[in-house]
């Protein structure tokens, strides 16, 4: 990353991605943008083990969900972290969205996940369609900021 612009990205759904991508933005010298949807989530939102929760709907139906705001500048990065909470082994739905909102030509990203059980699952297969162009694509599951700088 020595040459390279770098952005950190998060959504943090109840407060486990955001200390995570902050701490490695700040260790790596790079920009931050947190992904805030539209309509924020309330704790019945978020309750996964009811089918009915809207997190499962949107996961399920693959409903956009929009994020606020927009980075501008987007064509100065080369790298873009993305961190997030896994919900159903992939990406929430506002990630997807906030990712069809920019141009990923050329771009590296690496998508990392904070999770209280699941697997990163098939996450970056997955974001591919929402950042048609990125160069490469690469997840993983992290516990601490060492996983992502050890990437």
């Known amino acids: ?24 933005a700040a260790k790596v010298n790079a920009d931050l943008f947190e992904i805030v949807p539209v ?8 309750k996964y083990t009811n089918p009915l929760a809207r997190c499962n709907r949107e996961q ?21 972290y993305i961190g997030f909470p896994i919900w159903y082994a992939q990406a929430p739905r506002v990630i997807h ?18 999770s209280g059980g ?3 699952g098939k996450t970056a297969e997955k974001l591919k369609s929402s950042a048609s162009g990125a160069v490469s694509i690469e997840a993983k ?9 050890n990437w």
């Open 60 to 80: 399920i139906a693959g409903k956009d969900v929009p994020s606020q705001g927009t980075i501008e500048n987007f064509d100065q990065y080369d790298t873009v």
């Open 118 to 120: 699941s697997g990163i």
């Open 1 to 24: 990353m020595s040459d390279e612009k770098t952005l950190v990205t998060f959504f943090s759904a109840e407060g486990t991605t955001a200390p995570l991508a902050k701490e490695f």
């Open 39 to 46: 309509e924020p989530y309330t704790a019945a939102d978020l």
């Open 97 to 114: 969205t906030f990712c069809k909102k920019y141009n990923w030509s050329g771009k590296k990203i690496y998508a990392f996940a904070t």
């Open 141 to 149: 599951l992290v516990h601490s900021v060492d996983d992502i700088c």
